[in-house]
């Protein structure tokens, strides 16, 4: 059965001429649709019991919390993004919802937050986009950015999970992520970490990203697009970037990646390259992918492309790994066959070109 949600609509949305200006150069997470989806949980998670309930939708704006919110405190938040497309016919879609409501559960239990019917999760983007279905773009490249997120809301400072919880849904017309499908550099870390053993690294919390900010700085200021993290326990292992997956291609067909050891976030993009990667017939590992191999695999010719992949970008080609030490890659690197194949296979899929063979997407609108 699907969610019934109560609708009050944003009474003063923008007008035809607002929502077009907007469109015509959306950027990436600085404009908003006119509305949201909120939804009020109370229980105890120790205790595994409570309820979601007043499933609504309400106007876009600010979230009203008292100034102990545990939120603010404890940092008990986590958060998903997908995207929904338009499709030639008009119609919107959106790609693998199911894989982001499942992994929102999995980043909650880590969390201690309340799990969230995966279908109250469908439903509630659905409401969302059908409602502000206007806001969709139709650009090459440009979709409407869903952002869910789960808060924690009890007004209360001792060291507990919340008893209360808010998961809500809003919407943000976005175009290219990077703005081009060039070659972008990222930057090495070899002061900070994302996450440890232990760790909420496989959590989609904003404490991870928070932890990241202080590392891409550092990559800013050495022109770089994006900042790489290394596991300094595992040889020097590959981990991900601050907000991307990595994968690795070579002269013999082999496709790398590093392995999922509960530090790194499981993309619902990086899975589905996996998929259509062996359905080529490609060999596609995923294992301990260190930074000497990058460094060899590049002097020799054998490593021949590196991308980048992630719901916001989709998969963006990596020229160069930059740090204090080393250069490894060339700044002429063009992006490579494997990789802007896949892309363009990945994009066809969400944006209805071809066929959907794989039954990933779901119409919201």
Known sequence: MSTQFVRQPNPHPATGEVRNAILANPGFGVHFTDNMISIDWTGDVEKGNGQWENPRLEAYGPIALDPSAAVFHYGQEIFEGLKAY???????????PEANAARLNQSAERLALPALPEETFVDAVRELVSTDEKWVPSGDGESLYLRPFMIATEPFLGVRPSRQARFSVIASPAGNYFGTVEPVD????????????????????GGNYAASLIAQMEGDAHGCSQVLFLDHERDDAIEELGG???FFVFKDGRVVTPELTGTILEGVT????IELAKERGLQVEERRFTLDEWREGKASGELTEVFACGTAAVIAPVRRLVSNDEVIGN??????????????QLLDIQTGRVEDTHGWLTRLA
């Open 86 to 96: 338009r499709h030639e016919d008009g119609s919107v879609w959106t790609f693998r």
């Open 186 to 205: 990222i930057w090495l870390s070899r002061t900070y970490a994302r996450a440890g053993k232990g760790g909420t690294g496989s959590a989609k919390c």
């Open 244 to 246: 991307m997956n990595v």
């Open 270 to 273: 990086r899975r589905s390259i």
């Open 331 to 344: 700044e002429d690197d063009q992006p490579g066959e494997v990789t802007m194949s896949l892309r363009q």
